[in-house]
């Protein structure tokens, strides 16, 4: 039986299409995953904007 291994130009053009999208897709996956690491370890109120107002996150004057 004969293998096939002749590679034809239009899979090589497919090819680095394809690492371009990898490439791009991890660098979009390390950015995100940067932003939320960076968010958690700040120790910021980690809470949603709902349009609501929120006693516990409007800042309070210190007591003197």
Known sequence: MTEIKATHELH?????????VALTLVFF???V???TV???T?????QGF???VRPEMIPTEAAQ
């Open 12 to 20: 090589q053009r497919r090819l680095s299409r394809n690492v371009g």
């Open 29 to 31: 996956i390390a950015v």
């Open 38 to 40: 960076v968010k958690v």
């Open 33 to 35: 995953f940067g932003l």
């Open 42 to 46: 700040r120790g910021d109120s980690i």
């Open 50 to 52: 709902d349009h609501v």
